[in-house]
């Protein structure tokens, strides 16, 4: 699929100060992933990142000890939604400096979004100078569905082009009725909300799948991993073509 450019929502100021959601209404369907990769990404394109774990079942980014990810609940014990701590949150991404890297639990997904809207806290963080990203992950296989009504949502409601979507084939193909997934309606009808997609292809589980797999049961990053002696250099040159290929999407999409 091709990549589109950010060139036409991004401008120089605003993108010195970046937050990066990744929201999806579906558990389990590589939201972790994605933030720590895109964490990397940024730090190794000399950003000074600042990763928040805000899911509170699974904690998965702040396992990662070089992330340093800071630990936040936006939900209570109960299971609540805690508006002051949202509020808190946007007076954080509007003041403070650096880049946010949040990823967010699923059960978090639709009361945070539903805030964000409500608040009108993408205009708020524009008017402070603050670009802000919506990072929706679109897995195949029997996530296809859900995670299309995930991105459905989110490209719907969003008032400004700042989606980027990752494309994830590890579950099976991401397409319906042998349409891929850009000729898919529900798709084709939100590009315009879209600053470009990531692919995650479908891998030889036995080959690139254990080495990714073994990097992230260890919670490595791709640097750490590559510069291990955990690791034979067959693994590691396998996961130096991942993080090379994933990279260089991103730098298309310009969102440093």
């Given at each position: 699929?091709?990549?589109?450019?950010?060139?036409?929502?991004?401008?120089?100021?605003?993108?010195?100060?970046?937050?990066?959601?990744?929201?999806?209404?579906?558990?389990?369907?590589?939201?972790?992933?994605?933030?720590?990769?895109?964490?990397?990404?940024?730090?190794?394109?000399?950003?000074?990142?600042?990763?928040?774990?805000?899911?509170?079942?699974?904690?998965?980014?702040?396992?990662?000890?070089?992330?340093?990810?800071?630990?936040?609940?936006?939900?209570?014990?109960?299971?609540?939604?805690?508006?002051?701590?949202?509020?808190?949150?946007?007076?954080?991404?509007?003041?403070?400096?650096?880049?946010?890297?949040?990823?967010?639990?699923?059960?978090?997904?639709?009361?945070?979004?539903?805030?964000?809207?409500?608040?009108?806290?993408?205009?708020?963080?524009?008017?402070?100078?603050?670009?802000?990203?919506?990072?929706?992950?679109?897995?195949?296989?029997?996530?296809?569905?859900?995670?299309?009504?995930?991105?459905?949502?989110?490209?719907?409601?969003?008032?400004?082009?700042?989606?980027?979507?990752?494309?994830?084939?590890?579950?099976?193909?991401?397409?319906?009725?042998?349409?891929?997934?850009?000729?898919?309606?529900?798709?084709?009808?939100?590009?315009?909300?879209?600053?470009?997609?990531?692919?995650?292809?479908?891998?030889?589980p036995d080959t690139f799948g254990e080495s990714i797999q073994l990097m992230r049961t260890?919670?490595?990053?791709?640097?750490?991993?590559?510069?291990?002696?955990?690791?034979?250099?067959?693994q590691k040159s396998r996961l130096y073509l991942v993080q090379r290929e994933l990279f260089?999407?991103?730098?298309?999409?310009?969102?440093?």
């Open positions: 699929m091709a990549k589109t450019s950010a060139n036409e929502s991004v401008n120089g100021d605003a993108n010195k100060t970046a937050i990066h959601l990744i929201l999806q209404g579906k558990g389990g369907v590589g939201k972790s992933v994605v933030a720590t990769w895109l964490a990397e990404y940024l730090i190794k394109r000399g950003k000074n990142v600042r990763c928040i774990d805000g899911d509170p079942v699974n904690r998965s980014l702040a396992q990662y000890k070089a992330l340093n990810a800071e630990k936040l609940d936006l939900v209570s014990e109960e299971g609540l939604v805690v508006r002051a701590r949202y509020d808190v949150l946007v007076q954080r991404f509007a003041t403070e400096e650096g880049v946010f890297v949040m990823d967010s639990g699923a059960t978090a997904f639709l009361p945070f979004w539903s805030y964000i809207v409500e608040s009108e806290m993408i205009r708020v963080l524009r008017d402070a100078g603050r670009k802000l990203y919506v990072h929706c992950v679109i897995s195949g296989g029997e996530m296809l569905t859900d995670t299309l009504l995930g991105f459905e949502t989110l490209a719907r409601s969003t008032p400004d082009k700042n989606v980027v979507v990752w494309i994830n084939e590890y579950f099976g193909p991401v397409s319906r009725d042998g349409k891929g997934l850009d000729q898919v309606n529900v798709f084709q009808s939100h590009t315009d909300k879209m600053v470009g997609s990531i692919g995650i292809p479908q891998r030889s260890k919670k490595l990053t791709f640097d750490e991993a590559i510069q291990s002696e955990q690791f034979m250099l067959v260089e999407q991103l730098d298309k999409l310009q969102l440093t």
